[in-house]
């Protein structure tokens, strides 16, 4: 079943679970997938694909990090806890990324691959690995690996 009918179909047993929170997100969630249907032309009662309902939720899970950092600056707690109670709600819909050591490996493969040894190349590989790991590794997890076998 795709992702977003695993949201949609979420949202009753949500409502009689009374959990507010996980009910906001998803109703917050597939409005955002109606956003992005029309913004690609689409009829709103369509369903997105799992890669772009996924997109969807990695920018939502996004906002919800920046959000948490500017209220943390700004003192205001209460808000802070809100947008963290939200985000765990949605990590649940986010596979879990690949690990420091397994873009090492890929990265040391890639870069014998390209013939890459200066840091001044590091756009190059840094573009080939995220080519190769769309979906699977956060960019900055990336670019901390490339940064430090190029600079070795």
């Known amino acids: ?12 047993p949500a ?30 009662d369509e369903l997105l694909s799992d890669e772009e309902a996924m997109a969807v939720i ?27 109670k939200e985000l765990t709600v949605l990590k649940t819909f986010i596979p879990a990324g690949m690990s420091r050591e397994e873009i090492e490996k890929i990265a040391l493969t890639k870069k014998e691959e390209l013939q890459i040894s200066e840091p001044a190349k590091a756009g190059l590989l840094m573009s080939h690995m995220m080519k190769e790991l769309k979906g699977k590794a956060d960019g900055n997890d990336v670019k901390f690996v490339v940064d430090k076998i190029l600079n070795k």
């Open 1 to 12: 079943m795709p992702l977003h009918q695993d949201i949609k179909d979420g949202i009753k």
């Open 15 to 44: 409502m009689i679970a009374k959990d507010a929170v996980k009910l906001g997100v998803l109703r917050g969630l597939i409005a955002d997938f109606i956003n992005e249907l029309v913004t690609k032309k689409r009829r709103p």
């Open 58 to 84: 990695k920018r939502a899970a996004k906002r919800r990090m920046d959000s948490i950092e500017q209220f943390k600056g700004g003192g205001r707690n209460d808000l802070a806890e809100s947008e963290e």
